[in-house]
């Protein structure tokens, strides 16, 4: 399984990256680049969940992070004249700081019970965000945050004036959160994180700190929340409580099973899969939540590995 991976990973997955450097020379319309640059942010979003997920526990709270993000770095941009470059990386920092002050009481509960903590925290949040207009622009939002600053290349300018810019740059910080997921993975942190849900009291009885590795992973997660909400809010130009409520954490949750948390590819995979059906289905979007609703069914009982099991279940098929 591991050649086979690596492999993949060695031959396909730079063909892959390629192909989306080079797809605006072939792709003009923005719609698509739009309906990529939102694939590319859930995955940094679902991404992040997943490594909480991965240690047992079940994150509602991952949006508030992201409009964390959203927030410092348009109140930073807006109101400061900060630059996006230097906001993006702050964004992820107060996020992880939200995290760390958060992660430490609560991750000692488990089950149902740190899913409503971290419920709480979201609704608390987004009433802060509502509460305080002057600062957080209230139910309407923080409008009229400013788009990145160009990048000037000695005689090129990249300015973000059109959607191939933002694919980029989405394109890059979703290469540099699998890098890192992908590290972190394959290291002995990633296998301690992995071994934690299966006997936790075990791994503190033999000297692992277990509440650490659980409150690392939940920082790392919310971290890569923040700068996914920093892009949001300066892609859109603006952010609302309304977008980052615990139910699109929920979609974050639900994306994650569906590729298959196993890999750091599933989260990716599923959040492709079901935003391209979510967006092929428009016409009838009211009835998303049923499909949905049917499609995670369907993989937690024929496919619980997720999505990406899938070509490994063929293969064995094709064997017997």
């Not at 509960?109 to 609704?123: Q, W």
Request: hydrophobic letters at 55%; aromatic letters at 14%.
């Amino acid at each position: 399984m591991k050649n086979n991976q690596s492999g993949w990973e060695k031959v396909i997955l730079p063909v892959l990256v390629g192909l989306g450097f080079l797809l605006p020379l072939f792709v003009k319309d923005p719609y698509y680049f739009h309906i990529l640059i939102s694939i590319f942010i859930w995955s940094i979003l679902t991404l992040g969940i997943r490594l909480i997920l991965v240690v047992g526990h079940l994150n509602a709270a991952q949006a508030t992070f992201m409009g964390m993000g959203a927030y410092t770095s348009g109140i930073l941009a807006k109101n400061l004249g900060w630059s996006f470059w230097l906001g993006l990386p702050i964004a992820g920092v107060v996020a992880a700081i939200l995290a760390l002050a958060v992660g430490y009481p609560t991750l000692k509960i488990k089950g149902v019970y740190f899913v409503m903590v971290t419920f709480g925290l979201t609704e608390v949040f987004r009433h802060i965000w509502m509460m305080w207009t002057d600062l957080f622009g209230g139910p309407q939002g923080l409008l009229g945050i400013p788009r990145p600053n160009p990048i000037k290349l000695g005689v090129l300018t990249i300015a973000f004036t059109t959607k191939v810019p933002f694919y980029y740059l989405a394109l890059i910080l979703l290469l540099i959160t699998v890098v890192v997921m992908q590290r972190l993975d394959r290291s002995r942190v990633g296998m301690t994180l992995r071994s934690i849900p299966q006997a936790d009291l075990l791994a503190e009885c033999i000297g692992v700190n277990v509440m650490g590795y659980k409150v690392l992973a939940f920082v790392i997660g919310a971290f890569f929340a923040g700068l996914a909400g920093s892009f949001w809010g300066h892609y859109f130009t603006y952010a609302s409580p309304w977008d980052f409520t615990w139910s699109n954490s929920l979609y974050m949750l639900i994306y994650a099973v569906m590729g298959g948390p196993g890999s750091v590819w599933g989260p990716i995979v599923g959040c492709f899969v079901m935003l391209v059906v979510d967006e092929l289905l428009r016409p009838i979007h009211q009835y998303m939540p049923i499909v949905l609703g049917s499609i995670l069914i369907l993989v937690l009982l024929f496919i619980p590995g997720g999505f990406i099991t899938i070509p490994e279940r063929v293969r064995g098929l094709v064997k017997r």
